[in-house]
């Protein structure tokens, strides 16, 4: 890096890893040819150290969420993004350099992040539709996202910045999640992953019964936190007259979250908060009411269910494909269609439905 360039907030996390590695010399990855500059990767570096606390593992951190070099944005409170991302990941025996692809998926968030302006949040998932290290056989397939308990939130002099821990988890792990909440699933899975350190060779957390069990409890007793989902092949119909009675509406959705929209809505509706769904030309904002009724918009459906209606609903929603009327609201019907999972080249390796 030119000394002539004033870099405050890499400085920043420089001095936050110091913190913590002393002067260990990390393995650092820069960027050739800068994003602005029409370069493949938004970050501008990437460093990994080796931790030996709670076991053998890289601590990775990102330079480039945050603003590393000159103020840019306008809020003076928060440093682009306002985020930096770490990986902890189990170091192999004889390993000298972390694997590329942990480098190469934290770039690829980099794109998702830059290209989308939406970002993570301590307490955020995201499925990857597939291993997180592609051409293995790991059960691990989704990312949550948690306060790096060591680095914490930082101030630099572009704004404060706050380090999340990606943590490879199972599929699930990632539906005990959106049904439950991320920070629950995490904090009951701990015993068995001190740090939440990523090994692509471990199986589903659930497994265990106690961490089971504090997941059942947890969704019972408080619900679910996720308020939004998104699904591919959401779409809506409204009623249509038929030739003896009415069409009912339907609600279409791909079979591959059917379980999981099931599970959040008694998670959410039966304990008194709405639920969106969001497809790529419809939002659908699912209400507890009194009677079910629903009200049609532009790309808008505001669906109110009572509780008779939202229990048949969820009970309906099976990773099948079919039609299925409600009894308890003749105004809506439900049709699952089959979800095409498909792999960075476009060819389809998983049919669900």
């Given at each position: 890096?030119?000394?002539?360039?004033?870099?405050a907030?890499?400085?920043?996390i420089?001095?936050?890893?110091?913190?913590i590695?002393?002067?260990?010399?990390?393995?650092?990855y820069?960027?050739?040819?800068s994003?602005?500059?029409?370069?493949?990767?938004p970050?501008?570096?990437?460093?990994?150290?080796?931790?030996?606390?709670?076991?053998?593992?890289?601590h990775?951190?990102?330079y480039?969420?945050?603003?590393?070099?000159?103020?840019?944005?306008?809020?003076?409170?928060?440093?682009?993004?306002?985020?930096?991302?770490?990986?902890?990941l189990?170091?192999?025996?004889?390993?000298?350099?972390?694997?590329?692809?942990?480098?190469?998926?934290?770039?690829?968030l980099g794109?998702?992040?830059f290209?989308?302006?939406?970002?993570?949040?301590?307490?955020?998932?995201m499925?990857?539709?597939?291993?997180?290290?592609?051409?293995?056989?790991t059960?691990?397939?989704?990312l949550?996202?948690?306060?790096?308990?060591?680095?914490?939130?930082?101030?630099?002099?572009?704004?404060?910045?706050?380090?999340?821990?990606?943590?490879?988890?199972?599929?699930?792990?990632?539906?005990?999640m959106q049904?439950?909440?991320?920070?629950?699933?995490?904090?009951?899975?701990?015993?068995?992953?001190?740090?939440?350190i990523?090994?692509?060779?471990?199986?589903?957390l659930?497994?265990?019964?106690?961490?089971s069990?504090?997941?059942?409890?947890?969704?019972?007793?408080?619900?679910?936190?996720?308020?939004?989902?998104?699904?591919?092949?959401?779409?809506?119909t409204?009623?249509?007259?038929g030739?003896?009675?009415?069409k009912?509406?339907?609600?279409?959705?791909?079979?591959?979250?059917?379980?999981?929209?099931?599970?959040?809505?008694?998670?959410?509706?039966?304990?008194?908060?709405?639920?969106?769904?969001?497809?790529?030309?419809?939002?659908?904002?699912?209400?507890?009411?009194?009677?079910?009724?629903?009200?049609?918009?532009?790309?808008?459906?505001?669906?109110?269910?009572?509780?008779?209606?939202?229990?048949?609903?969820?009970?309906?929603?099976i990773?099948?494909?079919?039609?299925?009327e409600?009894f308890?609201?003749?105004?809506?019907a439900?049709?699952?269609?089959k979800?095409?999972?498909?792999?960075?080249?476009?060819?389809?390796?998983?049919?669900?439905?």
């Amino acid at each position: 890096m030119s000394e002539e360039v004033k870099a405050a907030g890499w400085d920043a996390i420089d001095n936050a890893m110091e913190a913590i590695y002393g002067k260990q010399e990390p393995k650092h990855y820069g960027t050739v040819i800068s994003y602005s500059l029409g370069g493949p990767d938004p970050l501008d570096g990437i460093s990994a150290y080796q931790s030996e606390t709670p076991g053998l593992h890289w601590h990775i951190v990102t330079y480039g969420f945050s603003e590393i070099y000159e103020k840019e944005t306008d809020n003076p409170e928060v440093s682009g993004f306002g985020f930096e991302l770490t990986f902890r990941l189990k170091k192999e025996e004889g390993e000298e350099e972390p694997p590329a692809w942990a480098l190469n998926l934290l770039q690829n968030l980099g794109r998702y992040v830059f290209n989308s302006g939406n970002v993570f949040k301590n307490g955020d998932y995201m499925d990857a539709n597939g291993p997180i290290c592609l051409e293995s056989d790991t059960a691990l397939t989704a990312l949550a996202f948690i306060t790096d308990s060591e680095l914490g939130t930082i101030e630099t002099e572009n704004g404060q910045v706050q380090f999340l821990q990606m943590v490879g988890i199972t599929n699930d792990e990632l539906e005990a999640m959106q049904t439950w909440n991320t920070r629950g699933v995490l904090s009951a899975s701990s015993p068995y992953m001190p740090a939440f350190i990523t090994d692509l060779k471990r199986d589903s957390l659930l497994n265990h019964a106690d961490v089971s069990q504090k997941v059942d409890e947890g969704r019972e007793r408080e619900g679910s936190n996720t308020g939004f989902l998104f699904n591919d092949n959401l779409s809506w119909t409204p009623e249509k007259k038929g030739l003896f009675r009415k069409k009912p509406a339907m609600l279409t959705l791909g079979a591959k979250q059917t379980e999981t929209i099931s599970k959040v809505l008694r998670g959410r509706l039966l304990k008194g908060k709405a639920l969106t769904l969001a497809g790529p030309d419809i939002v659908i904002a699912i209400e507890p009411g009194e009677k079910s009724e629903y009200a049609m918009e532009k790309d808008k459906v505001r669906l109110i269910l009572d509780e008779q209606s939202t229990i048949e609903l969820s009970e309906k929603l099976i990773p099948k494909e079919g039609v299925a009327e409600l009894f308890s609201f003749e105004q809506l019907a439900v049709k699952i269609v089959k979800t095409y999972i498909k792999d960075n080249e476009g060819n389809v390796v998983q049919v669900i439905g």
